[in-house]
């Protein structure tokens, strides 16, 4: 699969902040948008937040308001701030990317999953 190398994650209390990020290399970064899903225990995995690669970011309506989503070009990384976190917010979070060109990434064409990151909300 891609190099993704996820970093963050963790457990905090209701309403502190995290930060999840995604390291990938130059041709996936530039040709792939990027972003996170997570999945809570016993449930499907569901969509948090994605950038394109000229910025442009979508988020999950549970997390609008609360999560910012980044984009570094220098470290090929793409980074989740998670502030006001809440109890549902607990779940494993994966690094994605959706490839739309496998000429211009290196080989990778649609969505691809990262490892995944535990985190836990608690109150």
């Known amino acids: 699969g891609p190099p993704l190398v996820e970093s963050g994650g963790g457990s905090v209390q209701t309403g502190e902040s995290l930060q999840l990020s995604c390291t990938t290399d130059s041709l996936v970064f530039t040709s792939c948008a990027m972003g996170w899903y997570r999945r809570p225990s016993g449930k499907e995995r569901e969509m948090v937040s994605m950038?394109?690669?000229?910025?442009?970011?979508t988020y999950a309506d549970s997390v609008k308001d609360r999560f910012v989503i980044s984009r570094n070009h220098r470290d090929k990384t793409v980074s989740l701030e998670m502030t006001n976190m809440k109890s549902d917010d607990t779940a494993v979070y994966y690094c994605a990317i959706d490839c739309d060109s496998a000429y211009d990434s290196g080989g990778y064409y649609g969505k691809y999953w990262g490892r995944g990151t535990q985190v836990t909300v608690s109150a």
């Open positions: 950038i394109t690669t000229t910025g442009v970011a």
